[in-house]
């Protein structure tokens, strides 16, 4: 007697059920990833031409400051009333952020486009978390968020290149205003998804409270970069508006994320760290090999795209190794992999402002090595925060985890300012300083991973 057994075709991202969320996900991804890589490749340019390079840090610090607004806003919004309204209030907000930023006529202007595409950033950011945890099953989880990662190589491939071919020809302006139309097409794509997703049946409780304190947050992070980037910073200021960053933080994340609590608290702040450490040294990667060894912006912007690839191939490993990799390990590895990589980027940054003879390509190569790091570790923490949510704290989870990743960052920006400004002031170059910063938090990321395991 013979038997005979029929497979279930194995489903996918890409299957019919979740193509179209997929393709509009991964292209809003991906704008908002060309974005990224345009604004660091023409800020140089941009604080030229606007006179404003007082403003740089601020510039990279504004929008992961605003976007904490809008990360804890989607994720009550979310909790509440589902995904689609603060879907299209980020694409709304996003695109008026860029129209700014793209007629500003001053520096400030311009920072205050970078504050409303931040703000818009934030609740796209949490959204997309919110229709993945809504949209797919678990096992197909870590592969959508390894076509985040993914959608990041194309902008990385060619994003630089041509944000420096428009800066140069149509004018810088352009790299923001073009970008408008891109998302308007993406978001067609991701929105009737978004639209069939039911309101919660119990929706979280209206924490509006929580909203004041990412405000407050935020505010204090910009606040103290303002002061860092003038000559009005003292002690006592930098210390209120440092506490103030931190008794508005910790209603936005689960207890214990700010003392290393094992588990989840563990991933959050693994994830606040790795961003924090990791986009202060891009902020100034392509700025100091401009300033330190005379590249183009073309040129140092060959940096962002090795990264891009790098980082997005990494995330595919990750996601392919699946169990056999614990995401705990995954932390531990990827954080420390950063570490080296930072810290390279340090030592050789320094080694050049003290005139030894050090090729362009040690700086890009240290940047890149970090992107291993960060590619590895960076989406296992939305996977295992996922893995601990409800239907009743999605929202807030997701929140929380974008909330560690963008004011981490931006206070890491905020404290780089100031101590780039402190630098010049006293006379010194203030590259290493910054790059030394970025070490000394990527050590207390490896730390803060080795405490993920409970969430593994």
């Known amino acids: 007697m013979t038997t005979s057994t029929t497979r279930e075709p194995r489903e996918r991202i890409l299957s019919p059920a979740y193509a179209a969320t997929t393709i509009g996900l991964f292209s809003l991804i991906a704008f908002a990833a060309f974005e ?20 740089y840090a601020l510039s990279f610090a504004a929008p992961f400051a605003s976007g904490v607004v809008g990360m ?53 950011t949490v959204v997309a978390y919110v229709l993945v945890g809504l949209v797919y099953p678990a096992r197909l989880q870590a592969a959508i968020f390894a076509a985040f990662a993914a959608a990041w190589v194309l902008p990385a491939l060619f994003g630089p290149g041509v944000a420096a071919l428009v800066a140069a020809t149509l004018g810088w302006r352009w790299v923001f205003l073009g970008i408008v139309v891109l998302v308007a097409v993406a978001a067609a794509l991701v929105t009737p998804t978004a639209r ?38 003292t002690l ?14 910790r209603p936005l994340l689960p207890a ?38 005379d590249l183009s912006p073309g040129q140092a912007g060959i940096a962002l795209t090795l990264v891009g690839v790098v980082w ?28 080296v990589g930072v810290a390279a980027i340090a030592l050789v940054v320094w080694l050049r402002s003290n005139d030894t003879a050090v090729p362009a390509a040690a700086p890009i190569a240290a940047y890149v090595f970090a992107s291993i790091g960060m590619g590895f570790a960076y989406p296992r923490t939305g996977v295992s925060m996922l893995a601990s949510a409800t239907d009743e704290d999605r929202g807030f989870n997701s929140s929380a ?7 981490g960052a931006a206070l890491a920006l905020s404290v780089s300012g100031i101590a780039y400004a402190a630098a010049e002031r006293a006379g010194a170059d203030p590259f290493p300083v910054v790059y030394l910063l970025a070490v000394a938090i990527a050590v207390v990321g490896v730390l803060a991973a080795s405490r993920t395991s409970a969430a593994a």
Not at 201 to 212: C, E
Not at 236 to 249: D, E, I, Q, T
């Open 36 to 55: 990224s890589m345009a604004v660091t490749t023409v800020m140089p340019t941009v604080a030229r031409s606007l006179d404003g390079f007082d403003y």
């Open 72 to 124: 804890v806003a989607a994720g009550m919004w979310a909790d509440r009333r589902g995904p689609l309204q603060p879907l299209v209030a980020s694409l709304v907000t996003f695109s008026a952020g860029l129209l700014v930023c793209g007629t500003a006529s001053a520096m400030e202007v311009f920072v205050l486009g970078r504050i409303v595409q931040g703000l818009g950033g934030g609740l796209l």
């Open 196 to 233: 069939r997703q039911p309101v919660p049946v119990q929706p979280g409780a209206a924490t509006w409270t929580r909203l004041g304190w990412a405000v407050l947050a935020a505010a204090a992070v910009l606040v103290l970069e303002l002061l860092g980037s003038g000559t009005g910073l």
């Open 236 to 249: 006592v200021a930098a210390a209120v508006a440092f506490a103030l960053v931190v008794v508005g933080l």
């Open 256 to 293: 214990g994320t700010l003392t290393g609590g094992r588990g989840l608290p563990s991933v959050i702040a693994t994830r606040g760290l790795l961003a924090a450490s990791f986009f202060c040294a891009e902020a100034y990667i392509v700025y100091v090999l401009q300033e330190r060894w």
């Open 312 to 339: 997005a191939s990494s995330s595919q490993a990750s996601s392919r190794l699946g169990e056999r990799v614990s995401h705990g390990t995954a932390f531990r590895l990827g954080t420390t992999v950063v570490l």
């Open 401 to 407: 985890l974008t909330v560690a990743d963008s004011l």
